[in-house]
């Protein structure tokens, strides 16, 4: 099915798993930490959406850094490849074997170690889910920096380890901003002890930032310790119609410029990105009477001053309104509302499951250029398929995905290489937020000079030589 038809060969300097080695990893990890169930393999090897599947026939469980470290160095004398596994809800096919590669789960590593009050820092296990270190957080009086709409099954090393943007990247920015230190542990056992808890600290090469982003291919990380801001008190949530994406760029710029601080995202999703969450999502309803809008927009603002922030967000849709850049609007009365309005632009990719097959594709563009991709996908494709634009807009990120009943070769012929052609030639990149994982790893040079990428590979090669990690992923293959 398209783009993940890649045709590639199991590296034949693997070795494959023996009885032996399952002995040995029972012996280390105790019986029920290593899983060979036909269910919960098909589970293991199948991704979110269903579009990537290994055929691994060994998931391992380990509860301590030192048994992450003890498996890696045995998988690395032996051979054997290995796929690190988060929450599984990575959509680049990076987080799934691509033959019969070990997979290892760190979800049974999810302690909160610490959290300092003063500073906010956060210092936990990496498979912690991201829902819970935010709801551990609220009784704090901290917010995560980041969230996305698989939050209640992604790790904090499964966003790490993709340096996921998601709806809070405007406002606390990336999470190489955030994430001050980390543990990780390389192909050949030995654990990376980089988890420091300062905001400032130029001894050196900063090597936490390699594995933020490595998606799997340079260790398994562990630990990690985060900046995480104050949860303020007053958050408001407007969702707005555009008739135009000239209105939303303008509205963006407005938003920035008289929003400013209490700014705190700024999604966009167009009519066709509507249509599909009221088509396939139960118990959703468009806020908005039914109209002819081609675009919403939703603004949350996240301040200290209930009153003050309501007033700055009044004022500023006024305007708006009379400016005509807001063609409609509502703004919500309380959290449930609130919630529904995010259901429909964290419902989307759910919905596009239900509606069949779907070619998905994350891009950093210009804003003022980001819709022009999606009017000529529309037009390349005409109407045989669904093509959808939604995403962060005030980060510059859109999702375009183009939505068929099957996956289907001329449609996708006419899709790829155009899709990555036309961000290359402005100057995008082809993968804002998602990664590269199994999907994207011959596109690399669409974003990335070659003297770039083989200083990647020589920095594969170093930290791990027999290429164990993550195989198939991420640098060409
Ligand atoms: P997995 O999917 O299990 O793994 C992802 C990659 O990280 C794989 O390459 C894997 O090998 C590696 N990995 C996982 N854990 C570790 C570890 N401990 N050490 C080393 N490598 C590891 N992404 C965004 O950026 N923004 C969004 O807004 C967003 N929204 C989403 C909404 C939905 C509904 C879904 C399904 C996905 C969304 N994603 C988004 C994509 C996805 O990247 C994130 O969900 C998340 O960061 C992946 O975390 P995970 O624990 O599921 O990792
Ligand atoms: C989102 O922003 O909704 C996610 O990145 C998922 C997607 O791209 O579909
Ligand atoms: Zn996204």
Request: proline share 4%; charged share 20%; glycine share 10%.
């Amino acid at each position: 099915f398209g783009s993940a038809s890649t045709k590639i060969q199991r590296n034949p300097l693997f070795a494959t798993i023996t009885s032996d080695d399952i002995s040995h990893f029972k012996e280390l990890l105790g019986e029920k930490n290593v899983i060979q169930d036909r269910d919960r393999l098909l589970t293991a090897n199948m991704d979110w959406m269903r579009k990537y599947e290994g055929s691994s026939q060994l998931l391992l469980q380990p509860r301590s850094t030192d048994e992450v470290s003890q498996i890696l160095k045995y998988c690395n004398s032996r051979h054997l490849a290995v796929v690190p596994q988060g929450g599984n809800t990575g959509l680049v096919g990076g987080s799934v074997p691509v033959f019969d590669e070990v997979i290892i789960n760190i979800g049974s590593m999810n302690n909160v170690i610490s959290l300092d009050k003063v500073s906010g820092i956060l210092v936990c296990e990496a498979g912690c889910i991201l829902e819970n270190l935010d709801s551990f957080l609220a009784n704090q009086g901290f917010i995560m920096p980041l969230d996305l709409g698989a939050k209640g099954s992604c790790q904090i090393g499964g966003n790490v380890s993709t340096n996921a943007g998601g709806l809070r990247f405007i406002r606390y920015g990336s999470l190489h901003g955030s994430v001050l230190g980390l543990e990780a542990v390389l192909a050949n056992g030995s654990v990376l002890d980089m988890l420091g808890t300062l905001r400032k600290d130029n001894t050196g090469y900063d090597l936490k930032h390699l594995f933020i982003g490595s998606e799997g291919t340079l260790g398994i990380i562990t630990k990690i310790s985060i900046l995480t801001p104050p949860r303020l008190s007053s958050v408001n949530l407007a969702f707005l119609a555009c008739k135009d994406y000239l209105s939303c760029q303008k509205l963006l710029q407005e938003a920035k410029r008289t929003l400013g601080e209490v700014l705190s995202a700024f999604e966009f999703l167009d009519s066709y990105s509507m249509d599909m969450v009221l088509t396939h999502l139960e118990g959703v309803r468009n806020p908005l009477p039914p109209s002819t809008y081609n675009f919403y927009i939703l603004i949350e603002t996240t301040g200290s001053s209930e009153s003050y922030d309501k007033e700055k967000l009044e004022a500023f849709l006024l305007c708006s309104m009379e400016g005509g850049l807001i063609s409609d609007g509502v703004v919500a009365q309380d959290i449930n509302q609130a919630s529904s309005f995010w259901r429909i632009r964290e419902g989307i990719a759910e919905a596009l499951m239900k509606a069949g097959a779907v070619y998905k594709y994350d891009l950093s563009l210009p804003v003022e250029q980001l819709y022009n991709v999606v009017n000529e996908m529309r037009s390349r494709l005409g109407p045989s398929a669904k093509v959808l634009g939604y995403g962060h807009l005030g980060d510059g990120n859109l999702h375009l995905n183009i939505s068929t009943p099957e996956y289907d070769d001329t449609v996708f012929a006419q899709i790829e290489p155009f899709v990555y052609e036309w961000t290359s030639k402005h100057r995008g990149s082809i993968s804002a937020e998602h990664g590269l994982g199994l999907m994207k790893a011959n596109k690399i040079h669409y974003s990335k000079s070659s003297e770039t990428v083989q200083l990647m590979a020589s920095i594969k090669k170093l930290l791990d030589p027999n290429g164990i990690m993550n195989p198939y992923k991420v640098l060409p293959h």
